[in-house]
């Protein structure tokens, strides 16, 4: 059964500290793809990346960047520099190719980010 | 281009009424999805359609909750009878196979049972 674990609840950090939003997924299947989402207060979710099984090459976008480690099952997003326009609620997510062909998002629990001045 | 759509934003309707929350999908997707997002459960799955099919809907918590998908551009998930322990934001996503399987999602509809 896939199953993401977003352990951390909430994090609270000042302006221009580093953090680190942590992901760990289960699946039995090969084929997947993991995804960050991203909900500000406004509440509208805001898709911010994907990445397939097959690739772990390490992303960055601007202050934003992910780890994709197939061997500990993690998929880890750091933001550099935050700012107070980062707070939001991060989450993380899965799909399967087997049965759903991708089709069902799971998601994990989500971590409140508080950045404040 | 426009984004996916969700009427209405807020709903208030007393228990035992019936509620029909809508949704427009992006132009082009094939896929459309309904979640249910409360405190407790979190970001839940209620059913998906694929070529306006329905495809899984087993996280439709009972009866009460249907939904239908006439076309390839709109989308209804009715409550009936509401009940206060429905009270949830209600969002609407679509995706297309081709463009990697992100969904993008509505702005929710924020739903109150008194």
């Known amino acids: 059964a896939q199953k993401v674990t977003q352990a951390q609840t909430e994090i609270s950090v000042v302006e221009k500290e580093d953090v680190t939003l942590d992901c760990v997924y289960e699946?039995?299947?090969?084929?997947?793809?993991l995804f960050w989402y991203k909900q500000p207060p406004s509440g509208e979710l805001v898709f911010l990346i994907r990445?397939?099984?097959?690739?772990?090459q390490n992303e960055i976008s601007g202050r934003y960047s992910w780890n994709f480690q197939k061997s500990t099952s993690s998929f880890n997003f750091t933001i550099t520099a935050s700012q107070v326009v980062d707070s939001a609620v991060y989450f993380c997510?899965?799909?399967?190719?087997?049965?759903?062909?991708?089709?069902?998002?799971?998601f994990g629990t989500g971590t409140r980010l508080l950045v404040s001045p | 281009d426009a984004g996916v759509i969700q009427s209405p934003r807020h709903e208030v309707t007393e228990m035992g009424q019936e509620v029909t929350l809508r949704c427009k999908p992006i132009?082009?997707?094939?896929?459309l999805f309904w979640y249910r997002q409360t405190m407790m459960r979190g970001l839940e799955l209620l059913i998906y359609?694929?070529?306006?099919?329905?495809?899984?809907d087993s996280g439709m918590p009972e009866d009460r909750f249907s939904a239908k998908m006439p076309n390839a551009s709109f989308s209804t998930l009715k409550i009936q009878p509401s009940e206060p322990r429905d009270s949830a934001v209600y969002f609407c996503?679509?995706?297309?196979?081709?463009?990697?399987?992100?969904?993008?999602f509505g702005p929710g509809t924020r739903l109150t049972v008194l």
């Open positions: 996503a679509s995706s297309l196979e081709d463009q990697g399987y992100e969904q993008f």
């Open positions: 699946t039995r299947d090969t084929t997947y793809y």
């Open positions: 990445r397939n099984s097959f690739d772990e």
């Open positions: 997510a899965l799909s399967e190719a087997e049965d759903t062909g991708f089709q069902k998002l799971v």
């Open positions: 132009s082009g997707h094939n896929s």
């Open positions: 359609f694929n070529n306006n099919v329905p495809i899984d």
